[in-house]
């Protein structure tokens, strides 16, 4: 009797940065935070949940956070590239953004979950 063998799934180490209080990034607007060595463009959606991902746009560098967004995307404000800021995902081309998983804790914080150096 033979089994199957699961793949190793190896458990990254993360942890987590409060950026301090909600209502520093209004609604439908995005701002950039420094966590370390690491630049995060935080958008607050209008129906208020909170994404964050690289303050960067990965076609030619543009301040993300500076971006227009509405329906869960933003555009980059220097050449129009669109991306999903659950995912990542764009329709321009391969590069996607890295995004990482954000909160509102109890106390009304911005709290994002990043991988440990």
């Not at 209004?26 to 991902?53: D, N």
């Not at 690289?54 to 956070?65: D, I, K, M, T, V």
Request: net charge negative; hydrophobic share 35%.
């Amino acid at each position: 009797m033979s089994t199957a063998m699961e793949p190793s799934v190896q458990s990254k180490a993360v942890t987590q940065a409060n950026l301090g209080p909600l209502d520093q990034v209004p609604q439908g607007e995005g701002r950039t935070f420094q966590v370390g060595s690491l630049r995060l463009a935080v958008f607050r959606t209008r129906q208020g949940a909170v994404f964050a991902c690289q303050a960067e746009c990965p076609h030619r560098s543009g301040p993300l956070a500076d971006g227009v967004t509405g329906g869960g995307s933003v555009v980059c404000p220097m050449h129009g590239w669109k991306f999903d800021l659950a995912t990542g995902e764009t329709a321009n081309g391969e590069c996607g953004l890295t995004t990482y998983p954000a909160s509102i804790s109890a106390s009304g914080e911005i709290v994002v979950t990043l991988p440990c150096d």
